[in-house]
T-cell receptor
Framework: DTEVTQTPKHLVMGMTNKKSLKCEQH?????MYWYKQKAKKPPELMFV???????INESVPSRFSPECPNSSLLNLHLHALQPEDSALYLC????????????????FGPGTRLTVL | GIQVEQSPPDLILQEGANSTLRCNFS?????LQWFHQNPWGQLINLFY???GTKQNGRLSATTVATERYSLLYISSSQTTDSGVYFC?????????FGTGTSLTVIP
């Protein structure tokens, strides 16, 4: 089973709202990732959690707040977003974050399409 | 950061044709993956291929790490092959996606 699930599939929110995106995997993976993808662009890495600790934050604005409650779950809390934050948000996981080995092969969820009004 | 360029940016094929997609990267990498992003946005793993050659059905991939490029071959293309193909590389703890090739296969 190489499934990563994400909820919700679609989200529309106002600039004053607070919402959360959820990601779950049951493959025993210990590294999880958030990416942001704008239309017709490649995904851009936002955050990496390795063994439930934040290991990479790619200078993401503080209106995006990640959380890893346990090794299977990854949340992205959203607050005071801007219309330019509208995008597809992708979650991924890998067995470990050990670069250079097959264990860091990434598996992606289907994404959450976020629209900020 | 590392630069990852893919070519061609767009490709239109007749069903049954073959194609080669290229991924060039600007520095040594520890990991390279090929993905297919379908029209609904799902990224599907095709290959984990930091070096060497692999085949899976109508698809095959070759990475020449010393020359910093990877190739994805699609043979006997089908309409379901349409979508965007990305290579992604990792160096240290950093992950970078290439610019993508948008493939349209017409019946």
């Amino acid at each position: 089973d190489t499934e990563v699930t994400q909820t919700p599939k679609h989200l529309v929110m106002g600039m004053t709202n607070k919402k959360s995106l959820k990601c779950e995997q049951h493959m025993g993976h210990r590294a999880m990732y958030w990416y942001k993808q704008k239309a017709k662009k490649p995904p851009e890495l936002m955050f990496v959690y390795s063994y439930e600790k934040l290991s990479i934050n790619e200078s993401v604005p503080s209106r995006f707040s990640p959380e890893c409650p346990n090794s299977s779950l990854l949340n992205l809390h959203l607050h005071a977003l801007q219309p330019e934050d509208s995008a597809l948000y992708l979650c991924a996981s890998s067995q470990t974050g050990t670069s250079g080995t097959r264990a860091d092969t990434q598996y992606f969820g289907p994404g959450t399409r976020l629209t900020v009004l | 950061g590392i630069q990852v360029e893919q070519s061609p940016p767009d490709l239109i094929l007749q069903e049954g044709a073959n194609s080669t997609l290229r991924c060039n990267f600007s520095d040594s990498v520890n990991n390279l993956q090929w993905f297919h992003q379908n029209p609904w946005g799902q990224l599907i793993n095709l290959f984990y291929i930091p070096s060497g050659t692999k085949q899976n059905g109508r698809l095959s991939a070759t990475t020449v790490a010393t020359e910093r490029y990877s190739l994805l071959y699609i043979s006997s293309s089908q309409t379901t092959d349409s979508g965007v193909y990305f290579c992604a590389v990792a160096t240290g703890n950093q992950f970078y996606f290439g610019t993508g090739t948008s493939l349209t296969v017409i019946p």
